[in-house]
């Protein structure tokens, strides 16, 4: 059970909540917030229920919302907004329930203004809503290509403005994710940092919408979980991304786990997209993973987009070509009609 008091809750207040609790044996732990002070209670919420009624707990000092929630996570469950959250980026980008499917695609890496700008022109014209592209990369050998770092950020602006699309990249500190705030429209938090709680309550500090891909090891409460540590800072604006796990499997770089599209609808207001080309790692497996992953019911597809693969600083193995993009961008066009939620933008 959490519950849920004002952030300015005063150290008089908090103490009577927590010697009301401590009256009926149970054992409150604190924690604060920019947005709240959270009092949680780890025991059945069968049982809590009976033992501690809302309206007792409502009327106490400072109480704003008392949440019974049957499992780890409480802000990016169905227990915390019953109606789905839906992201509206502006300018006609939303990502979420009923909405039309958002296309993300660009380079696994920026690698150079005017090679960002010819992609992100032709991911446009072929319907992708936002443009994606890592600056600081995380990648497994400290030999590869890092990312343009904050050189990128100096023509971000630039070509997104010619080009008319909204923008993610990927945070790995605190550092870059100042550069990210000022610069995206939306935080990637990647695959290897959806454990890092001191980042996720960083950029639950911020009002930028995010992006949380799930860790390759996570289970989907672990996801859900990552994702309330992002709310409980007062950022509510998130959206999960599958991109792959970890298994036996070998024919694959991941193992693209597409059945947490359905599992998380049960269980989550959020939106979720899926990221084929990390859960693949090959760039003929993406346009099939695409279409299962929408008719799955994701809320949009995240896919990297190459001019030139074989010459790609990273992940050139899964990056689909430009005519593959366009050719992929048909065939969900034609699926998203059979599922009645037309693309955005046609082409
Ligand atoms: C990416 O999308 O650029 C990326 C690095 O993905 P992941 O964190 O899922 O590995
Ligand atoms: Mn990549």
Known sequence: MLILAQADCTATQLDEICAHLRARSVKPVVSRTRAWTLISVADSAVHLRELLTEDELLALPAVQRVIYASKGAVFS???????????????????????????????????????????AHAVRQHGAGMLRGGLFKPRTSPYSFQGLEKDGFAFIREVLHECGLKFVTEAMDEH?????????????????NMHNSALLKKVGETRTPVMLKRGFSATMDELMQAADYIMAGGNEEVVLCERGIRTFADHTRNTLDLSIVPALKERTHLPVIVDPSHGTGKAS?????????LAAGADGIM???????????????????????????SQLHTLADALNRPMALRV
Do not use: N
């Open 285 to 293: 497996l993406v346009t099939p993973m695409a279409l299962a992953a």
């Open 303 to 329: 896919v990297e987009v190459h001019d030139e693969p074989e010459y790609a600083l990273s992940d050139g193995e899964q990056a689909l070509t430009l005519p593959a993009f366009a050719a992929m961008m």
């Open 77 to 119: 469950s169905l227990e915390w907004r019953k109606q789905p959250t839906i992201l509206d980026l502006g300018d006609s980008v939303r990502i979420g329930h009923d909405q039309a499917p958002c296309i993300i695609a660009g380079p696994c890496s920026i690698e150079s203004a005017d090679h960002l700008r010819s992609i």
């Open 176 to 192: 870059s994710l100042e550069l990210v705030v000022e610069h995206a429209d939306m935080i990637q938090i990647g695959s290897r």
